[in-house]
């Protein structure tokens, strides 16, 4: 067990989003690591794939389903889990469906944060928060500049205006209430996430993996997109090691923090095909002759120094071994699709051995 497992084990975690796919795995490594977990999300999609459902990952913890909307729900269940630490993931996390569902994505995302926080503020035993909200928050102007804590919020779609506005909304709420009662509030900004068990629609790598396993092929929207991939631990472990920094030291750690690769591993859409393919010669690919209709930043990377110096945190994963255990864990699950759980174990102990590797915890 790694140290920071070690610290876990016996802490009270309330997590929201645990139904979602980093949910799913953030729920799963912390049961695995001895915590008391309390998850509050909605339901995973009526017929959709679940990793939550597939993998039994409520097995063993308290599930609220409920809406983050719904003050009176989301303070009777902080009341009653009476958590150490709240992680705070659940969110409309779609871009395109935020041109589909403006109002909804904004009440979800900025109104929902703001009644978590103000929740918060009734229940003693919490000490750390980590809101979780996006590298999108950030003003893009184009760049290609790699983004630090520091730069302006923004964002030109309404998913990435209302991951800039929450960050505004939990600063205000630290510096307004929380800090105050000696509640440590931090936020975090995570690359573009991959992993198993992510079905989530116009998502990459789910297109590709669903499509090769039925032998088809992925037409690439963006093929000269650039984003920074990390694989889905990697950032939840950042997010675990900010939380204990903060109940640890208080609000020293109490800001913004990126979490993201290195800075090598941000290439664009066409690269991360052609060495999945490398890696599965099922993954088939096109490029679309079409522009894309919605607005999409052709360049993301993110500054992640900050992470690296203060809090200790370093990816444990170089690109191509991300993308190999991506692969691995959809082509596992197309063959034994009955072990989703025991898939999640074993990944779960093959990333450990990673960050033994690097020296991290």
Not at 82 to 108: F, G, K, N, W
Not at 132 to 148: F, I, L, Q, R, W
Not at 161 to 190: H, Q, W
Not at 291 to 312: S, Y
């Amino acid at each position: 067990m790694t140290p920071l497992r070690e610290w876990y084990r016996g802490r009270r975690v309330f997590v929201t989003g645990h139904t979602g796919f980093k949910g799913s795995w953030l729920v799963a490594w912390l049961c695995d690591a001895g915590a008391v977990v309390t998850g509050y999300a909605l339901a995973p999609e009526a017929g959709a794939a679940s990793l939550y459902e597939l993998a039994g990952i409520a097995n063993g913890i308290t599930s609220v389903i409920a809406d983050l909307t719904d003050a009176a729900a989301l303070s009777a269940a902080l009341e009653a889990a009476q958590p150490d630490i709240v992680i705070h993931m659940a969110a409309q996390s779609l871009v395109r469906r935020s041109y589909r569902q403006p109002v909804e994505t904004l009440a979800t995302n900025v109104i929902g944060t703001a009644l978590l926080l103000e929740a918060v503020r009734t229940v003693p035993s919490i000490k750390a928060i980590v809101v979780v909200t996006s590298d999108k928050c950030y003003e893009n102007d184009g760049s290609g500049t790699a983004y630090t804590e520091t730069h302006a919020m923004g964002g030109h779609d309404l998913y990435s205006a209302s991951k800039g506005c929450a960050e505004l909304v939990t600063a205000a709420y630290r510096r307004s209430f929380l800090a105050g009662i000696g509640v440590s509030v931090a936020t975090a900004r995570a690359g573009n996430v991959i992993g198993g068990g992510d079905w989530a629609e116009d998502r990459l790598i789910p297109d590709l993996m669903l499509t090769a396993a039925k032998g088809g092929v992925t037409e690439l929207r963006n093929p000269a997109a650039t984003r920074p991939w990390q694989f889905v631990l990697e950032p939840l472990r950042g997010y675990l090691m900010l939380a204990k920094a903060q109940i640890e030291h208080g609000q020293q750690f109490a800001d913004g923090w990126n979490f993201g690769p290195d800075p090598r591993d941000a290439v664009p859409v066409r690269e991360i095909a052609r060495r999945m393919r490398a890696t599965w010669d099922r993954v088939r690919v096109s490029e679309s002759p079409i522009k894309p209709e919605l607005h999409e930043a052709e360049t993301l990377v993110l500054d992640c120094n900050k992470a690296r110096t203060q809090l200790g945190w370093i990816p444990a994963l170089a690109l191509d071994d991300a993308l190999r255990m991506t692969v691995d864990w959809y082509r596992a699950y197309s063959a034994e699709a009955g072990s989703v759980g025991a898939l999640v174990a074993r990944q779960l102990r093959e990333y450990d051995k990673a960050v033994q590797r690097t020296g991290g915890t």
